[in-house]
Structure formats: C-alpha cells, structure tokens
C-alpha cells in the first residue's frame, strides 16, 4: 500500500475514529479539536487511526493504533508512527512512549518492527490482572 496517506483527523473523521468505544464520542471529539488523532487513508478512504495522549501532560503516548483488518501488514500503523514522529520532533520533543498488554505478543513484536523498545512493566493493571508492557521510540 504505497499511496497511504496520513493527517490530523477533522470532525468529519469523527464516526470512523469513535470505533473503539474505550472513550465516550466526545473526547474523542475534543482531542480532534486538539490535534490529537491522526487519521491514514488509502485512495481516500480511511483505514486506520492513532490517538496521541500526553502523559502529565507531556509525554507523548500512542493509546491506541488501529488499521482495518484487511489493511494490517501494508504500512498503515507505520506510516502513523512516522508522521507522529515528525510532529513531535518539529514540536520538540525526543521520545514516544507506546504500550501493549503482556498477553498480546503480535502488538509487542509491531512495537519492536517499528523501532520501539521495551522500557517497563505495570503488573496486572488491566481486567485480569494482565499487565502492560511499555515501550519508547527515541525520535533523536
């Protein structure tokens, strides 16, 4: 999927980014208004979304990627990570935190693929008591 093309997701991407329902509609709403959602799109449909968080309100952190089934392995979550990256290396910053559940192997493998690093575990923070692995990409 060469043509995949990549921006901060508008009101209108709304319906196609409110997929999840970890978050009400309306947060969702506000951290498109905060330029905190990316949108990528293949021939001008969309195909996958991240949600940027801001730990203490200053560290960026991936809380969710996601690409259509049929689009996974195509570049689309790269292609994210990348324009991610490049805002926040504009913006300052010199490192992107991501997670993925300890019982999750495929996303800690996308993380490692796509230059993250292991860097911490939370033990049994989720439904469970499966933990969560954290990871960083230095954007340096």
């Known amino acids: 999927m060469s043509d ?5 997701a508008v009101a209108s991407d709304l319906d196609f980014v409110s997929k999840d ?3 009400p509609r309306e947060v969702v709403a506000r951290k498109i208004d905060l330029g905190e959602v990316i949108v990528a ?3 001008g449909q969309a195909v996958g ?4 968080e801001y ?3 200053l560290v960026p952190y991936v809380a969710l990627i996601w690409v259509v089934p049929q689009c996974r392995e195509h570049g689309v979550g790269k292609a994210m990570i990348a324009f991610t990256v490049e805002f926040l290396r504009q913006n ?3 490192m992107l935190y991501s997670s993925s559940q300890a019982d999750e192997p495929e996303p800690q493998a996308w993380h490692r693929h796509v230059g993250f690093e292991e860097c911490g575990v939370i033990a049994g923070i989720n439904e469970g008591g499966v933990g969560e692995i954290f990871f960083r ?3 340096d």
């Open 137 to 139: 990409k230095r954007l």
């Open 4 to 8: 995949v093309s990549v921006r901060f």
């Open 55 to 57: 730990l203490w309100s």
């Open 21 to 23: 329902e970890h978050i």
């Open 41 to 43: 799109k293949v021939g």
């Open 49 to 52: 979304y991240l949600r940027l």
């Open 92 to 94: 300052g910053h010199d």
